[in-house]
């Protein structure tokens, strides 16, 4: 059965009510109009929120006019997307993306990227796109071939470090502003002739900007902010396999210290492994390895 797309448009009320609904599986949610993103068995549902207060819900994947109809609204089936973008831009470039967002039990990792324009070709070659494309396997294949052969800028936020800067007032998007700004600055400041900076973005540009409050820190200007960027730009394509490379080598060294098979995102399966590891680890560690401030850490 191919994938369905399924949009259904409701009051604030059944909104948030759907918003709470989901909020075990939650997932990275990306677009200036997006409340919200949650996975639940490889159905996508997103939550739209637009400025004239209209809101609606998507529900994309095998099962999604099952997964809507529980809401017992008149549901819209829209015509599965075809298209596919493709790269614009082939000069040189530096792009940032970012991975473990939406990962209670694994650390947050912005990459920022340098493509200089004589290495699109070996880019290619190597077979990297968007990190969501390849495999596991595929990105521990070339994940040390391309940190070795092409210049990024990697910052990884423990969740201990994480959970310290929600306790000072931060929240998720202004966290990965700061990120995305100085790995972007440590790649800029090198190859400061460099026009093309992009951003997968997460956050309209002027939140973005916003966030980057600290007048110590410098701030990288000029950038081009686009959703699915990695899809657009090969420099984010590339920062996209670079994370995702990382965050399989950070979760494969907690799989090693801690014995068990630590699962991704926030949902179901994350809600009964958390139980075996607080067991194992005890309050005072666990706190140290989750992100607190998911619905995760006080269900039960």
């Known amino acids: 059965m ?13 909104f948030n009510k759907i918003k709470e609904a ?3 599986y939650l997932i990275e949610a990306k677009g200036d109009y997006v409340d919200f993103a949650a996975d ?6 997103t939550g739209y929120s637009s400025k004239k207060s209209k809101r609606s819900i998507t529900f994309k994947g095998e099962n999604a006019s099952k997964e809507a109809s529980k809401w017992g609204e008149t549901i819209e089936l829209v015509p599965e ?3 596919e973008l493709h790269y614009v831009d082939f000069d040189e470039q530096i792009g940032s993306d970012e991975v473990g967002v939406g990962d209670y039990l694994l650390p947050m990792i912005v990459v920022a990227a340098y493509l200089p324009k004589f290495k699109y070709q070996r880019l290619k070659e190597l077979g990297v796109a968007d990190s969501k494309k390849l495999s596991d396997k595929k990105i521990m294949e070339i994940g040390p071939t391309l940190v070795k052969e ?8 423990p969740n201990s470090k994480y959970n310290e800067m929600i306790e000072k007032g931060e929240n998720l998007n202004s966290l990965k502003a700061k990120m995305h700004n100085r790995a972007l600055y440590n790649l800029h400041s090198k190859y ?3 026009i093309a900076i992009y951003v997968d973005q997460f956050v309209s540009e002027e939140k973005y900007y916003k966030y980057l409050n600290d007048k110590n820190e410098p701030v990288v200007k000029g950038i081009s902010f686009k959703t699915k960027g990695e899809s657009r730009f090969p420099c984010v394509a590339l920062a996209s396999v670079i994370a995702r490379y990382y965050f399989l080598l950070e979760k494969d060294k907690l799989e090693k210290k801690y014995g068990l098979k630590f699962p991704n995102g926030a949902g179901l399966k ?8 607080l067991k194992q680890v005890g309050q ?5 390895l989750v992100k607190k401030n998911f619905k995760n850490y006080s269900s039960n």
Not at 2 to 14: A, E, F, G, H, R
Request: charged share 35%; glycine share 2%; net charge negative.
């Open 2 to 14: 191919s994938n369905q797309l399924v949009t259904i448009k409701v009051d604030l009320d059944t």
């Open 22 to 24: 989901y909020s075990s």
């Open 40 to 45: 639940v068995n490889g159905t996508t549902i």
């Open 81 to 83: 997307e075809k298209e």
């Open 150 to 157: 092409f210049e990024y800028s990697k910052l990884t936020l």
């Open 192 to 194: 400061e002739d460099v």
């Open 270 to 277: 994350v809600d009964e492994f958390k139980k075996v590891l």
């Open 284 to 288: 005072e560690e666990y706190d140290k």
